[in-house]
């Protein structure tokens, strides 16, 4: 596998095999309940898994899950996404 980091929502992809774990990652980002745009702030917190990965020398985020935490505090209202998985290692699966 080369190019991008593969995010995956289950913990195997068919056809590669898991070379090495690299361990958690995570990226969080408080949000305005105000704010339209959602998804651009789910592409910008998946973008800094992607980052966390790649510094960790990881090509796929395994098993990787999206939580919200609504937030009441000083200046409104805010939800808090936080996006998590498992840095891995992935390489082609040998053919039998």
């Keep these: 596998m080369t190019g991008d980091v593969?995010?995956?929502?289950v913990e195997r992809a068919e056809g590669y095999?898991?070379?090495e774990l690299k361990g958690l990652v995570y990226a969080s980002r408080p949000?305005?309940?105000?704010?339209?745009?959602l998804e651009a702030e789910l592409d910008a917190i998946m973008e800094r898994v992607k980052?966390?990965?790649?510094?960790?020398?990881a090509n796929a985020v395994l098993g990787i899950r999206i939580d919200t935490r609504r937030v009441v505090g000083v200046g409104g209202e805010?939800?808090?996404?936080?996006?998590?998985?498992?840095?891995a290692v992935l390489e082609?699966?040998?053919s039998q």
């Design 31 to 37: 949000i305005s309940l105000t704010v339209a745009g």
């Design 17 to 19: 095999r898991v070379r």
């Design 78 to 87: 805010w939800v808090l996404l936080l996006a998590y998985g498992t840095a």
């Design 6 to 9: 593969l995010l995956l929502s």
């Design 92 to 94: 082609k699966a040998e």
């Design 51 to 57: 980052q966390e990965a790649r510094k960790l020398g």
